[in-house]
């Protein structure tokens, strides 16, 4: 089935510092949704993004679609502690896959 | 207020045990999903339902069993065929459509022992 990486799988950053993280795929996506787990809970759905080179905005979240649709990032500006948590890519394609996460920690 | 709930939250068995559990969700979306997550790692697709009656095995199916009789309930069991079943079990809805967005339960930590 399709594999959706994902980079990096962990981030430390002094608050107020940017964070990206970046989902590959070796196939085109027809879509490419975003989700935020904070530690303990459960993934929470951010964004869609559908179009070639598609960029949206959520306060300091910037996500981005690759132009070949085969790449997506998700930029978070300015990070606060209440960015921590895990950010996963996910593509329904043809096996509903997740990517494997990228866990960012925050330092006050 | 519409969502799934998922019970119990914390669920412990003995091995050996089959061990059933619960999904409901009340906004009236067609699809639902188990996944499986463990410590530190990504979510895992284990079955997937698009409508009642009707289901399909994700990547690891294996010494698990679904139902859907209903179009709100997915109760997925853990058989003891499951040779790893200590883990986050979380369920997920969405509407119509295969690109809908996921709707998550607040999940069931299994542990068996």
């Known amino acids: 089935g399709q594999q959706v990486m994902q980079i990096p799988q962990y981030q430390h950053v002094q608050e107020g510092e940017d964070f990206t993280t970046y989902c590959n795929s070796s196939t085109t996506l027809s879509n490419i949704q975003w989700y935020k787990q904070r530690p303990g809970g459960h993934p929470v759905f951010l964004i869609q993004?559908?179009?070639?080179?598609e960029v949206k905005k959520q306060k300091r979240l910037t996500f981005q679609f690759g132009e070949a649709k085969k790449n997506s990032s998700l930029h978070i500006t300015a990070t606060q502690t209440t960015d921590v948590g895990t950010y996963f890519c996910?593509?329904?394609?043809?096996?509903?896959?997740f990517g494997g996460g990228t866990r960012l920690m925050v330092k006050p | 207020d519409g969502g799934i709930t998922q019970s119990p939250k914390y669920l412990f068995r003995k091995e050996g045990q089959n061990v059933t559990l619960s999904c409901e969700q009340n906004?009236?979306?067609?699809?639902m999903y188990w996944y499986r997550q463990d410590p530190g790692q990504g979510l895992r697709l284990i079955y997937y339902s698009q409508i009642v009656n009707d289901f399909q095995k994700g990547d690891i199916a294996e010494g698990y069993s679904v139902s859907r009789e209903k179009k709100e309930s997915f109760p997925l069991t853990v058989t003891s065929a499951q040779k790893n079943p200590t883990a986050f079990y979380l369920c997920?809805?969405?509407?119509?459509?295969?690109?809908?967005?996921?709707?998550f339960g607040n999940g069931t930590r299994l542990t068996v022992t």
């Open positions: 997920a809805s969405s509407s119509t459509g295969r690109d809908s967005p996921l709707h």
């Open positions: 996910f593509n329904a394609g043809n096996m509903l896959t």
């Open positions: 906004l009236n979306h067609d699809a």
């Open positions: 993004l559908v179009k070639s080179g």
